[in-house]
């Protein structure tokens, strides 16, 4: 009998060794889920027997492990909703009148009666000219048609005389003639006279400056003491109106003949928000569409009136302006969060009857407000996802979450207790 190899008995040893470990993993394996089937597991009301252990715990095993696959979404119904149709433009905000005021006759600034960036009124008092000179001339000029009225009052008297002299031949036809042409002389002179006082009052006047429109002032140009011509081109104050203020804006040409259709159909609402587009800053009327196209942008330039009650627009302010068109009613809508963008275009996950999802292509309007037109793709009442759409694909299973109440946090999954099961 040929010898036996010296490898062979330990080949043979090490592979019953092996075969001796897989067998213990084996009825340790067994041990184990029959140890665990004889755990107690408590769902609502019903409790797992030992002798089903096994299978019942594997079964909810994989209903746990098809829960942990799907993937926890929120979603929206489709709605029918009213919604506003704007046309959107940068504008600037310019005041509604703007006045510099300057001196109109010459002299000394004597005063100046108001405070920089105070709010004045129409007709109150800005600014004080010495008048004395001014006084002085009026007063000249009175004086002046005094003298020429006594006159005037001799020469009609003396005319008097010579009428009633002229019949017995004690005066002569020139002289009465002489006579009246004086006397129309003199009443000219006294119409000379009083637009010679009207001239002194008015520039008398001018000495006292006062504001032409109501307004906000702005840095005083010209500190008392110092002299002012009527030819001066710095003024001693700029005056501001602001209530009501305006806003010029711009949008594309290819707007211009909806926005004209709807000017109008009657009056256009306008509003200005913030550049961010987080605050809105008035409500207005659309004013005035300019008569030409800006050739260098292609765009058209528009003018609205606000009411500015609160000083919420400054002139020179950069604001984005909203026209309102007209409002859609009951437009389907979907949030703006369930409307997602590839190769092809606009499309949407929608949840079907079973929890998958389906890629949906859409066609969508305008955004207002977080919500979405959807003018083609979806049916009302359908839901599509709002979250966690990078994990979706089609097909996949999804877990909706509950929405929250009004107000309310949204759910938040319950924590698994700590406590080990209890043994049977």
Same mark, same amino acid.
């Given at each position: 009998?040929?010898?036996?190899?010296?490898?062979?008995?330990?080949?043979t040893?090490?592979?019953t060794?092996?075969?001796?470990?897989?067998?213990?993993?084996?009825?340790?394996?067994?041990?184990?889920?029959?140890?665990?089937?004889?755990l107690?597991?408590?769902?609502?009301?019903?409790?797992?027997?030992p002798?089903?252990?096994?299978?019942?715990?594997?079964?909810?095993?994989?209903?746990?492990l098809?829960?942990?696959?799907?993937?926890?979404?929120?979603?929206?119904?489709?709605?029918?909703?009213?919604?506003?149709?704007?046309?959107?433009?940068?504008?600037?905000?310019?005041?509604?009148?703007?006045?510099?005021?300057?001196?109109?006759?010459?002299?000394?600034l004597?005063?100046?009666?108001?405070t920089?960036?105070?709010?004045?009124? +129409?007709? =109150? $008092?800005?600014?004080?000219?010495?008048?004395? *000179?001014?006084?002085a /001339?009026?007063? %000249?000029?009175?004086? &002046?048609?005094?003298?020429?009225?006594?006159?005037l009052?001799?020469? +009609?008297? =003396? $005319?008097?005389?010579?009428?009633?002299?002229? *019949?017995?031949?004690? /005066?002569?036809? %020139?002289?009465?003639d &002489?006579?009246?042409?004086?006397?129309?002389?003199?009443?000219?002179?006294?119409?000379?006279?009083?637009?010679?006082?009207?001239?002194?009052?008015?520039?008398?006047?001018?000495?006292?400056?006062?504001?032409?429109?109501?307004?906000?002032?702005?840095?005083?140009?010209?500190?008392?003491?110092?002299?002012?011509?009527?030819?001066?081109?710095?003024?001693?104050?700029?005056?501001?109106?602001?209530?009501?203020?305006?806003?010029?804006?711009?949008?594309?040409?290819?707007?211009?003949?909806?926005?004209?259709a709807?000017h109008?159909?009657?009056?256009?609402?306008?509003?200005?928000?913030?550049?961010?587009?987080?605050?809105?800053?008035?409500?207005?009327?659309?004013?005035?569409?300019?008569?030409?196209?800006?050739?260098?942008?292609?765009?058209?330039?528009?003018k609205?009136?606000?009411p500015?009650?609160?000083?919420?627009l400054?002139?020179?302010?950069y604001?984005?302006?909203?026209?309102?068109?007209?409002?859609?009613?009951?437009?389907?809508?979907?949030?703006?969060a369930?409307?997602?963008?590839?190769?092809?275009?606009?499309?949407t996950?929608?949840?079907?009857?079973?929890?998958?999802?389906?890629?949906?292509?859409?066609?969508?309007?305008?955004?207002?407000?977080?919500?979405?037109?959807?003018?083609?793709?979806?049916?009302?009442?359908?839901?599509?996802?709002?979250?966690?759409?990078?994990r979706?694909?089609?097909?996949?299973?999804?877990n909706?979450?509950?929405?929250?109440?009004?107000?309310?946090?949204?759910?938040?999954?319950?924590?698994?207790?700590?406590?080990p099961?209890?043994?049977?």
């Amino acid at each position: 009998m040929p010898a036996a190899s010296p490898a062979g008995p330990n080949k043979t040893s090490r592979a019953t060794s092996v075969s001796a470990q897989l067998i213990r993993v084996e009825d340790h394996s067994s041990n184990a889920l029959a140890h665990l089937g004889a755990l107690t597991v408590r769902h609502e009301d019903e409790r797992i027997r030992p002798r089903h252990g096994v299978q019942e715990v594997r079964r909810l095993s994989r209903d746990a492990l098809d829960v942990d696959r799907a993937v926890v979404v929120d979603t929206a119904q489709v709605t029918r909703t009213d919604v506003p149709i704007y046309l959107q433009g940068l504008g600037t905000v310019q005041a509604f009148y703007t006045v510099t005021v300057t001196a109109r006759v010459d002299g000394e600034l004597q005063k100046v009666a108001f405070t920089e960036g105070q709010t004045v009124h +129409k007709g =109150d $008092l800005l600014a004080q000219i010495d008048p004395r *000179p001014n006084q002085a /001339a009026l007063e %000249q000029a009175i004086a &002046t048609k005094a003298k020429d009225a006594a006159t005037l009052a001799n020469a +009609k008297r =003396d $005319l008097e005389r010579y009428a009633a002299l002229q *019949p017995e031949d004690l /005066a002569s036809k %020139q002289t009465v003639d &002489t006579q009246r042409t004086t006397v129309d002389q003199l009443a000219a002179q006294l119409q000379v006279d009083q637009a010679q006082i009207d001239s002194a009052r008015t520039q008398l006047d001018y000495t006292r400056i006062t504001s032409p429109i109501t307004g906000l002032t702005d840095i005083r140009g010209v500190d008392p003491g110092n002299i002012v011509h009527a030819a001066d081109t710095n003024g001693i104050v700029v005056v501001t109106q602001v209530q009501p203020i305006s806003v010029i804006f711009t949008l594309p040409e290819e707007d211009l003949t909806a926005v004209g259709a709807a000017h109008a159909a009657g009056p256009v609402e306008v509003t200005v928000v913030s550049r961010d587009g987080g605050k809105q800053l008035d409500v207005g009327a659309l004013s005035l569409i300019d008569n030409q196209i800006l050739q260098a942008t292609g765009s058209a330039k528009f003018k609205a009136v606000f009411p500015n009650a609160h000083n919420t627009l400054w002139p020179g302010q950069y604001v984005n302006a909203r026209v309102l068109l007209h409002t859609d009613k009951s437009a389907l809508t979907i949030p703006a969060a369930a409307v997602q963008l590839g190769p092809k275009g606009p499309f949407t996950y929608v949840v079907k009857n079973d929890e998958t999802v389906e890629v949906r292509p859409l066609q969508i309007g305008q955004e207002h407000d977080g919500m979405t037109i959807v003018t083609g793709g979806l049916a009302l009442n359908e839901r599509v996802v709002t979250t966690n759409q990078y994990r979706l694909q089609a097909g996949v299973r999804v877990n909706t979450n509950a929405p929250a109440a009004d107000g309310a946090a949204p759910a938040v999954a319950p924590t698994p207790p700590s406590a080990p099961l209890k043994t049977s």
